[in-house]
Nanobody
Framework: QVQLVESGGGLVQAGGSLKLSCTAS????????MGWFRQAPGKERDFVAA???????YYADSVKGRFTISRDNSGNTLYLQMNSLEPEDTAVYYC???????????????WGKGILVTVSS
């Protein structure tokens, strides 16, 4: 059974940095596409970033240049380095994984439970 567990969230001041991690288990993830979504209070869940099986990455315009998605060589751990954080980045961040390997495929097969990131002004 595939499981995704996010870590690294918390409270940070505007302008600061935070690095999220997602540990995947239950399969071999090197060929999976993996990504991050977020949901701010009272808003819909939005795409943040994704990385395909080949390593090609994609970003939402709102985070481009500030966030970086990466994965370790085994493919079992996904990261999201978040710099220059803004109060608008406050949200629950969700890790995702899909066995197709296609970064922008919808719907996505697997989701983590999410982790809260709060950016204070």
């Amino acid at each position: 059974q595939v499981q995704l567990v996010e870590s690294g969230g918390g409270l940070v001041q505007a302008g600061g940095s935070l690095k999220l991690s997602c540990t995947a288990s239950g399969d071999t993830f090197s060929s999976y596409a993996m990504g991050w979504f977020r949901q701010a209070p009272g808003k819909e869940r939005d795409f943040v970033a994704a990385i395909g099986w080949s390593g090609t990455s994609y970003y939402a315009d709102s985070v481009k240049g500030r966030f970086t998605i990466s994965r370790d060589n085994s493919g079992n751990t996904l990261y999201l380095q978040m710099n220059s954080l803004e109060p608008e980045d406050t949200a629950v961040y969700y890790c995702t994984a899909d066995p197709s390997g296609i970064a922008l495929k919808r719907p996505i097969a697997y989701w983590g439970k999410g982790i809260l990131v709060t950016v204070s002004s």
